[in-house]
């Protein structure tokens, strides 16, 4: 029977080799499913124990200074280790020091066959939120007590390598040989288990499970056929009103159908304002306030609507949260109270779904095989016994696999029928949206369906846009066009060398005997080279010319300048650009002749069976990378060398690092008259709905910047149940110098102060929001050296960049202190007591130097407006209420806002983002008063 040794350590740092040591080590020792032994010890690192360390582990220097060191532990350690597999959530770290600490002591290091707990919980957990080891006890019900423990660790990983063990026996026979093809590129020693469970299965299961498909040896979850769309007798008009009177605004129906059914008058008044837009063809604007339960609000009219018209009504939201939130809480609360059938489908572009057929062709042969790739193969194995709808959105994949998912997903070659037709899970949401009452998608797929990419979505004329506050972002962002180094090379990069990696060196392997092919490939290879130098050279120029433009970074710490194709600054540019498009296009010519020459080889020579699979898998590669480059090429010269007149310019360079990493961008500056023509007049009903619509209570500023101002709109504002007298503060500091009286540094120093001094009553739990990134980078460096070794400061854009990773940074910590910028004001949800203080350093106002700001801004003034007025003013207004949306998510929820701005009560507009809000408590004093009144409150 085998065994294995499940070991955790807590050392003082992360490198042995820059005098960290272990100061806990234990492990615990299994035989098959049976624990036979355990082991747990403090070690003397001789050196004292780092304060980030103290507070992670809470393990102290008093309690290792009497403990072993690790040579007087080392021979059990062994004993153990002898002939076992070593097993450790992250083994790399674990398995490096315990060598090293092996060597100091005169000892030979552990070569014996290890497990990753992190790995196979990638492979067999494909869809898990997250991979650490508090995530996953959370996720899987696993006891886990004393996290940053090694004692606790140790235990919960063994329990963890159990479910584990188990989850692989349940995957069916030909899974289990697929990911027995691939085990060898892995970190985990897994071949003898593979095969004990793979010869398991075929001595005691040859019945695989009925909940499983195998279609062209490849296990799927078997899916239930798509239901048709109902024909029902036609509900009249007051058949909903009946339903509102009977159903939802009976208590007692209500309480049945929802767990903590809450009565909303709001809601009610929503789902009535909707009904009546959509049946008088009117579009819509409703800002309803956290907490309304707007979802089920517009959901019951839409579906009514649908029911009566026989056609569906599509639902559109900005973020993936919403939508899942939609079809996994909000449409089955609707399907259980409303009087007939309603089907729902979720579709999204067709980027988001697996390509069976491409995944089939990379399982058999990989042009750009690595870690990463292969470990992403498996996990989609496992995901494909899972998975009803192929949406990438349920997979968590490994880190590097962002390139592997744009090769094994849906494309235009999708469309039409091929072998995977049957299975093809793009083509089944576009049947599942064909056949339902209410489509719900998002921003971008209903924009692209609008813009040259018509019959994404069946036709519709009634819609909902939910997060309607981001519509204008996201027209903005769809019809503009981008470019940057990194993906520009890194598609180059992939034509690769005939004696290296890559797609020459496939397509020479097999046809190596034509020597029209190998010429050709020569050829290619040295255009490519060519064309790879023009674009190095193109990027660096560029990143040249950004520097000496403008210095100042933006909020995410980059270069930002704005540029105009046609200026005579523009000009060396332009002609760095047209080389670089000359090459492109020599490129594709070759690339091209390439794929002609393979086209006759195909048909002209017979290919042996065992070379066939990889010449068809380099010939695909081949096309769509001619196919990407020659839109790259045009995407180029749109950025460089067009120019049209409703577009703003921009290239965005890093201060730091390579100097070529640089990207390009072109954005509408208004897309009003492009939404009223394409959107608004072709649709009979669209309404808008968020939290954050108004400004100064009223629609205006949406109404212009959506081109609604010419057709008549209903519109709704929905005031937020919450108490907020009783559940938030607005607190304002009167003793912080005034912006316009100081300089920027002493301001600075003014803000740390204040919140060094905040964060000593919140005790951390405490999120502050900038407008520029260099003040939250001063701030963050001020800040670290004021603050005791208890309170962890995460910084965006020090820390990291993703807001998912920070968010889950600072809720790991008790006494933890998040400094984000604007990019933070919307998307971050921390609930409950996890944060109880929101900080903003300064009124939300867009950075002037923002390139579609900046050009709105002209724009505006050239017409005799006030940009400031009409633009800054909203726009700064809108933000400044998502950021309290932060704080209040729910009526038990309870907090404080800290504005460390006067203009808030010092200026004849700061009144404007008062009355924004809804009626709470205002409180204006010195620090010292607004400590001691945040203390009560908190």
């Not at 280790?81 to 450790?88: H, K, R, T, Y």
């Not at 209903?446 to 309607?468: A, N, Q, T």
């Not at 940057?484 to 190596?512: C, H, K, P, W």
């Not at 002609?596 to 010939?619: L, T």
């Amino acid at each position: 029977m085998k065994r294995f040794v499940i070991l955790d350590v807590e050392t003082t740092g992360v490198s042995y080799k820059k005098g960290d040591r272990i100061i806990q080590m234990a492990f615990v020792v299994m035989e098959g499913n049976e624990v036979k032994d355990r082991f747990t010890t403090y070690l003397n690192p001789g050196q004292p124990i780092p304060s980030f360390i103290k507070s992670l582990t809470k393990i102290n220097d008093q309690m290792v200074e009497e403990a072993p060191f690790f040579s007087e532990v080392a021979p059990t350690l062994l004993r153990h280790l002898d002939g076992a597999f070593f097993v450790a959530h992250n083994v790399n770290f674990d398995l490096r020091f315990i060598n090293e600490e092996l060597e100091a002591a005169g000892y030979e290091p552990f070569e014996g066959p290890v497990l990753d707990t992190v790995e196979l919980a990638r492979m067999v957990y494909p869809t898990a939120d997250g991979f650490r080891l508090t995530q996953l006890s959370e996720e899987f019900d696993l006891d886990h007590t004393k996290p940053h423990r090694a004692d606790s660790d140790a235990e919960v990983t063994a329990k963890l390598l159990t479910d584990l063990f188990a989850a692989f026996k349940q995957l069916p026979l030909v899974t289990l040989q697929q990911i027995k093809r691939l085990a060898h590129t892995l970190s985990s020693d897994l071949m003898s288990l593979l095969n004990e469970w793979i010869a398991e299965k075929i001595q005691y299961n040859n019945q695989e499970d009925r909940q499983i498909d195998i279609y062209r040896g490849f296990a799927l979850k078997a899916i239930p056929s798509i239901q048709e769309k109902t024909v029902e007798t036609e509900l009249q008009g007051d058949r909903f009103n009946e339903f509102i009177e009977n159903v939802f605004k009976n208590k007692t129906e209500m309480e049945r159908a929802i767990t903590g059914y809450e009565d909303r008058t709001g809601q009610v008044d929503m789902m009535e304002a909707v009904f009546e837009a959509f049946k008088t063809r009117q579009h819509g604007l409703i800002e309803a306030g956290t907490g309304t339960g707007k979802s089920l609000a517009y959901l019951i009219p839409a579906a009514f609507t649908a029911n009566q018209s026989k056609k569906p009504v599509v639902i559109s939201t900005y973020t993936i949260q919403l939508q899942e939130q939609l079809l996994k809480k909000d449409v089955p609360i609707l399907q259980s109270l409303i009087p007939f059938s309603c089907n729902v489908a979720l579709i999204k572009g067709r980027e988001h779904y697996i390509s069976l057929q491409k995944f089939e062709a990379v399982l058999e042969h990989d042009p750009y095989e690595n870690y990463d790739r292969n470990l992403s193969k498996v996990q989609v194995l496992v995901w494909l016994t899972q998975t009803e709808t192929g949406d990438v959105e349920e997979l968590n994949l490994a880190a590097g696999a962002k390139r592997f998912w744009s090769d094994i997903c849906a494309n235009r070659e999708d469309e039409g029928s091929h072998t995977w037709y049957p299975r093809c899970f793009y083509h089944r949401a576009r049947q599942r949206a064909r056949t339902a009452d209410l489509i719900i998608t998002n921003h971008a797929l209903v924009l692209s369906d609008l813009h040259g990419e018509g019959g994404l979505l069946p036709s519709y004329k009634r819609m909902v846009i939910d997060e309607g506050h981001h519509f204008e972002r996201a027209a903005s962002h769809q019809l503009g066009e981008r470019i940057d180094y990194v993906s520009f090379s890194q598609l180059l990069n992939e034509v690769g060398t005939v004696d290296g990696n890559g797609l020459l060196s496939n397509i020479s392997r097999t046809a190596m005997d034509d020597k029209q092919i190998t010429q050709q490939i020569d050829d290619v290879e040295l255009i490519i080279k060519n064309t790879k130098a023009e674009v190095s050279e193109l990027f660096l120029f560029l990143h040249h010319w950004a520097n000496k433009h403008k210095r100042k970074r933006n909020e995410r710490g980059k270069i930002s300048v704005t540029y105009d194709p046609r200026s005579e600054e523009w000009q060396q540019v332009k002609e760095a650009a047209s080389r670089c498009v000359f090459s492109c296009n020599d490129s594709l010519h070759n690339l091209i002749k390439l794929a002609e020459k393979m086209e006759y080889y195909e048909n002209h020579h017979n290919i042996p069976e065992n070379q066939r699979n990889r010449f068809n898998s380099s010939f695909r590669s081949l096309t769509m990378m001619i196919d990407q480059l020659h839109e790259a090429k045009d995407t180029l010269k749109d950025l460089f060398l067009h120019w049209e007149e409703n577009k703003v310019y921009w290239l965005e360079a890093e201060s730091r690092g390579p100097k070529h990493i640089v990207s390009l961008q072109a954005r509408p500056i208004d897309v009003s008259a492009i939404l009223a023509d394409d959107l608004f007049t072709k649709k009979d009903s669209v309404i808008l709905t968020s939290a954050t619509l108004t400004v100064n209570q009223r629609f205006d500023y949406v109404i212009e910047n959506l081109g609604l101002e010419d057709f008549a709109l209903t519109t709704l504002m929905v005031n937020s149940p919450f108490s907020w007298k009783d559940q938030v503060k607005l607190m304002i500091p009167n003793d912080i110098p005034l912006l316009n009286k100081v300089d920027d540094r002493t301001y600075i120093e003014a803000v740390v102060l204040h919140l060094y001094r905040l964060a000593q009553v919140s005790e951390g739990r405490m999120l502050v929001l900038f407008t520029s990134y260099d003040m939250l980078r001063q701030c963050h460096e001020l800040l670290k050296e004021l603050l005791d070794e208890e309170y962890m400061l995460i910084s965006q854009g020090i820390h990291s960049g993703s807001r998912t990773k920070l968010t889950k940074s600072f809720q790991q910590f008790q006494k933890a202190i998040m400094l984000g910028t604007s990019s933070f004001w919307e998307g971050v949800d921390i609930p409950g007591e996890d944060l109880s203080l929101l900080v903003m350093a300064r009124l939300p106002f867009t950075p002037p130097d923002d390139p579609i700001y900046k050009a709105k801004a002209s724009l505006l003034e050239s017409e005799g407006k006030s940009s400031f007025m009409e633009l800054a003013i909203p726009q700064a207004v809108i933000r400044f209420k998502q950021g309290f949306g932060r704080l209040i998510r729910k009526k038990s929820d309870k907090g404080a806002v800290v504005i460390l701005d006067r203009r808030i009560h010092t200026t004849r507009y700061g009144k404007m983002f008062i009355k924004s809000l809804p009626d709470l408590d205002i409180v204006e004093a010195p620090i010292e008063g607004l400590e001691a009144e945040l203390k009560d409150w908190l």
